[in-house]
């Protein structure tokens, strides 16, 4: 079995882990090479937990033969939940070693009981961001991190958790009844197929936090009067005339008294993507920051600017307005509130894979989710994706799907921009319900829009999704990515197209 550059050092740090817990070299490749085939080289599920599947895989071994490895690994192993945090790099520059290859801290008997009080049946909460609130000049962080995260990490790729055992019963990393355990307004269960098998596992939040070096100005000194309405009381779109929070939808709101999108703000957006070419272009001064993390995936100079399509955003109310939380400017920050399913789809492949549906019927112009997942600059996103991939892995099948999207809707009004104000979400590790949404060219059912809520700066905003017609119960929802599928060297597409539209770019 021919692995990776990457692959090949995962596999010997994994060996030596288990060695020296007192697993024989033998057993534990073997069954390493077992998981690696099965997980299709995914490390995250191998890694998860300090590799806890791997270690289930080894102790659920029937051979008598090893009953006296398994002994000396119930003494030695220890399987430390701490294990990503001290991966982080502490004061004085120094890296500490995983806790798998250092000394034994716990008895494996006393492991399970352990990890169910640390995860309680692994059903893994994630708590929301805080949004901090500061001074005029300085620079805000979306976050819910711990302190020692202001240090450099050393690693790009959080660990996820991965099933485990307590008590001889396995426990799946997904509520079925549930996928975003408690952090949404609703519901969203898991529909699988006769199988049972579940989505991969991923950490659910329910708002954007940062990664680490996104900056992100949340004073309010920022947000002027212009900006805010205030003056106003109660529901906004009931005043007989539009406040200041309408200027950026030209003086009239987006949203009907419904909670819909307005017919001709809808028509306006589905028109800009379906004949982009026709719509007006910002093009970067200088080095283009999407084109600059290319020059380390081809070592070559970066290309021009291929222009950045200036969208239309919705401007909502936040916390300087004087209306109410229920105010009818306020959809996106309200969160989830329609009937969805992750559900098991056939794709136009006819392949099976993960998608979104909704369980009732929805209108033209409605909220359906938000994308979240986890604010980082371009270059922790390019760090990223290589460590996923490995520079030199382009073989078939090998490029993990990952779920980045640029937030390049209004780079112009910003100038020339830092790396720490070029940023994406990723919603591979951190994510919501959005991040199961396939992809469809031009044709999908859903758009994506942006909204400013926090900040007016628009480097950052909320990246909503809302129907573009009529959408039946069950039926699965889909939006155009935006992939340029003729650029072979960008490191973050992982897939062929194969939405199956007429308009598709992919064929």
Not at 310 to 339: D, P, S
Not at 451 to 472: G, I, K, N, Q, S
């Amino acid at each position: 079995m021919e692995l990776s550059r990457i692959s090949t050092e995962k596999f010997d740090d994994a060996v030596k882990s288990m060695t020296d817990a007192g697993f024989l070299k033998e057993t534990v490749e073997q069954a390493l090479k077992k998981l690696i085939i099965l997980y299709e080289e995914n490390w995250e599920h191998i890694e998860a937990d300090n590799y806890s599947t791997l270690v289930e895989a080894l102790l659920g071994h029937s051979d008598p033969k090893q009953a006296g490895q398994k002994k000396r690994a119930e003494k030695n192993l220890n399987v430390d939940s701490d294990h990503y945090n001290k991966k982080l790099k502490i004061k004085g520059g120094q890296t500490p070693r995983s806790s798998m290859h250092g000394s034994a801290k716990k008895e494996l008997t006393e492991e399970a009981d352990s990890l169910e009080e640390r995860t309680t049946g692994n059903q893994l909460q994630t708590s929301r961001a805080e949004t901090t609130i500061t001074g005029e000049n300085s620079c805000t962080l979306l976050e819910s991190q711990d302190p020692c995260t202001s240090e450099t990490p050393t690693v790009m790729c959080p660990k996820v958790l991965g099933s485990n055992r307590h008590n001889g019963i396995k426990r799946q990393y997904h509520d079925v009844n549930d996928i975003t355990r408690g952090e949404e307004c609703v519901s969203i269960p898991i529909v699988c197929g006769e199988d049972g098998v579940l989505p991969p596992p991923f950490h659910y939040i329910s708002q954007n936090t940062t990664f680490q070096d996104a900056c992100i100005n949340l004073s309010l000194a920022r947000i002027g009067d212009e900006n805010c309405c205030s003056g106003c009381f109660g529901d906004c779109l009931a005043e007989p005339l539009p406040c200041a929070c309408a200027r950026e939808t030209g003086g009239d709101f987006a949203y009907t008294r419904d909670g819909l999108l307005k017919e001709g703000f809808l028509d306006a957006c589905v028109s800009m993507l379906r004949e982009p070419l026709k719509q007006p272009h910002f093009y970067c001064k200088g080095v283009c920051p999407i084109e600059q993390i290319m020059k380390g995936v081809s070592s070559a100079k970066p290309d021009a600017c291929k222009g950045h399509l200036i969208k239309k955003f919705i401007k909502e109310c936040w916390i300087k307005c004087g209306c109410t939380r229920n105010c009818g400017n306020r959809v996106v920050q309200r969160g989830i509130t329609r009937k969805l399913q992750a559900s098991e789809v056939f794709l136009a492949s006819r392949k099976k894979g993960w998608g979104l549906r909704s369980a009732e019927n929805l209108p033209r112009g409605a909220f359906v989710c938000e994308y979240v997942g986890e604010i980082l600059t371009n270059t922790e996103l390019h760090k990223r994706n290589t460590e996923l991939y490995g520079k030199n892995n382009k073989k078939a099948g090998k490029a993990r799907h990952t779920y980045p999207v640029n937030l390049d809707a209004d780079w112009g009004t910003e100038g020339v921009l830092n790396d720490e104000e070029a940023l994406c979400l990723d919603g591979t590790f951190y994510g919501n319900v959005a991040r199961f949404m396939n992809h469809r060219c031009i044709d999908g059912n859903i758009i994506a829009i942006p909204v400013e809520v926090e900040t007016p700066d628009h480097h950052y905003y909320h990246l909503a999704f809302f129907t573009t017609r009529e959408v039946e119960a069950f039926e699965e929802l889909t939006w155009d990515y935006g992939i340029d599928f003729d650029d072979v060297n960008h490191p973050v597409k992982a897939f062929k197209c194969h939405c199956g539209s007429t308009f598709c770019r992919g064929r």
